[in-house]
């Protein structure tokens, strides 16, 4: 795959519940084109759910829409079935990325493709990217109030990706939001400025 293909692109990525949609809410406002990666795949789980309910059973299936809640509560806790879905459904998302992707090439001008696993999976060759980064114990605090879930619910969904430390040190770009909503705003403006 060529990298012309991504040549505006920046991977926006982080931990789970390190803002990563309050900053992609914040980048729309500033009139950036988005890519959400979990979007794409809620899609596609639905547009494939008669394919979910045959690889993990009915009970992750009701009225053509998968319950990704349940589904998630074995995704999360057994890797092999884990490694299952995303044996399916990453193709599909690439696919689906790379045809948005294509089309908003056509602007010249940097956009952000949301994609939570880029640094685990390396599964696309986009040059920069962008962590939105949050220290690991209010990573927590924010998962346990935002999913209403105890701290070792969050410490195991926090656990099925890569280190937020590391994340940072490999980012090109990173916004600290590890503050206020304000702060916030003024971390995405400093990194506009940067960009263009």
């Known amino acids: 795959m060529s990298n012309d293909l991504f040549k505006h692109a920046i991977a926006l990525t982080g931990g789970i519940a390190t803002g990563k949609s309050t900053v992609c809410s914040l980048l ?23 394919k979910i309910a045959q690889m993990f059973g009915e009970k992750y299936v009701e009225n053509g829409k998968v319950l990704r809640k349940e589904l998630g509560k074995i995704i999360f806790s057994n890797e092999e079935e884990k490694l ?36 685990e999976k390396m599964n696309y060759p986009i040059p920069k990217s962008l962590v939105i980064y949050t220290p690991n114990k209010l990573q927590i605090t ?50 506009i400025e940067e960009i263009l």
């Not at 729309?28 to 008669?50: P, Q, R, S, V």
């Not at 995303?86 to 689906?96: D, N, Q, Y």
């Not at 099925?160 to 980012?171: F, G, S, V, Y």
């Open 142 to 191: 924010r998962l346990m109030k935002r999913d209403n879930i105890n701290e070792e619910d969050a410490k195991l969904k926090i656990s099925n990706q890569m280190d937020i430390e590391k994340k940072k040190d490999l980012a090109n770009l990173i916004i600290d939001n590890s503050k206020s909503l304000r702060d916030l705003q003024r971390e995405v403006e400093r990194i």
């Open 84 to 119: 299952k879905l995303e044996a399916f459904i990453h193709p599909l998302i690439k696919k689906e990325i790379i045809k948005e992707a294509a089309i908003f090439e056509k602007q010249n001008k940097p956009y952000f493709i949301d994609i939570p696993l880029f640094f």
């Open 28 to 50: 729309k406002l500033h009139g950036f084109l988005t890519i959400d990666a979990d979007k794409i795949a809620h899609m596609l789980l639905d547009l494939h759910n008669i």
